[in-house]
């Protein structure tokens, strides 16, 4: 499956912005789905991610509250709304998909299978 991600841009701390990530040449709903960022000189990390469904998610602690993922298995899309952004939350955001684990909701980047080319988000305080 290819993954194309799109939204990010730069805002200042409290605001809110909204990535996108469409999906092309597979059955989407065969994937979980994950959010994961880069910040720079720092290791690609977790952020959150959907069951296949749509029907479970996973959020890592410093983003619960703030973000939301969804996803649309008619329009083979996902999204993540970020809202009361932070500094901290600057960095270079993929969205990856997942179909060979058997977790519900894989967090680990080896669990996914393919990724979108990234989508940098720059939050500014």
């Known amino acids: 499956v290819q993954l194309q991600a799109s939204g990010g841009g730069s805002v200042q701390a409290g605001g809110s912005l909204r990535l996108s990530c469409a999906a092309f040449?597979?059955?989407?709903?065969?994937?979980?789905m994950g959010w994961f960022r880069q910040a720079p000189g720092k290791e690609r990390e977790f952020v959150v991610g959907?069951?296949?469904?749509?029907?479970?998610?996973f959020y890592v602690d410093s983003v619960k509250g703030r973000f939301t993922i969804s996803r649309d298995n008619k329009k083979d899309m996902v999204s993540l709304q970020m809202n009361s952004l932070k500094p901290e939350d600057t960095a270079v955001y993929y969205c990856?998909?997942?179909?060979?684990?058997?977790?519900?909701?894989?967090?680990?980047?080896?669990?996914?299978?393919?990724w979108g080319q990234g989508t940098l988000v720059t939050v500014s305080s």
């Open positions: 040449g597979r059955t989407f709903s065969n994937y979980a």
């Open positions: 959907i069951s296949r469904t749509g029907g479970s998610t």
């Open positions: 990856a998909a997942g179909g060979t684990s058997s977790r519900l909701v894989p967090r680990n980047p080896r669990e996914y299978d393919y």
